[in-house]
């Protein structure tokens, strides 16, 4: 698995753009976003390239953040792709939580980062042919803290 900060944001004006500094000025490199709003707040996922001390600089801004574990899995960057590791899952019974994807540049594949809500998914991706990456295949991982 790889980690996803979650961060919760008011849905205000600037505060998007706010946390992305804060990791900006850090010197953090953000690799996936994905927002998910209601009227009164948002919450913004992350893949970044050091998660751990995102979530502490995030803190420290005075960001609400949480770090969770999530698969990441590659697939040939084609039309039913996702479709094709939803099925896979599906038959296995797990389900989905969430998922959002992007696209590896220069490269011909996808990657669909999913929330698995209970089970152990790469056993089950694995054998149907699918690269379940581990946090070095897309970010330093830093120490915890």
């Known amino acids: 698995m790889i ?5 919760f944001l008011e849905n205000q004006p600037g505060r998007l753009a706010q946390a992305c500094r804060t990791l900006g000025n850090a010197g953090i490199n953000m690799r996936a976003l994905m927002v998910a709003d209601t009227e009164q707040f948002g919450v913004v996922r992350v893949i970044c390239d050091r998660p751990n001390t ?4 995030l803190e420290a801004a005075g960001f609400g953040v949480s770090v969770t574990g999530v698969y990441a899995v590659e697939t040939p960057d084609r039309p039913g792709g996702l479709a094709d590791v939803l099925e896979a899952l599906g038959t296995a019974g797990l389900n989905v939580e969430y998922a959002y994807c992007f696209l590896e540049p220069g490269e011909n594949a996808a990657v669909n980062v999913l929330k698995i809500d209970e089970g152990d998914a790469r056993d089950v991706l694995e054998a149907a042919g699918y690269r379940v990456l581990r946090p070095e295949d897309l970010y330093e991982p830093d120490d915890p803290s």
């Open 3 to 7: 980690e996803q900060l979650s961060v």
């Open 54 to 57: 995102a979530k502490t600089v």
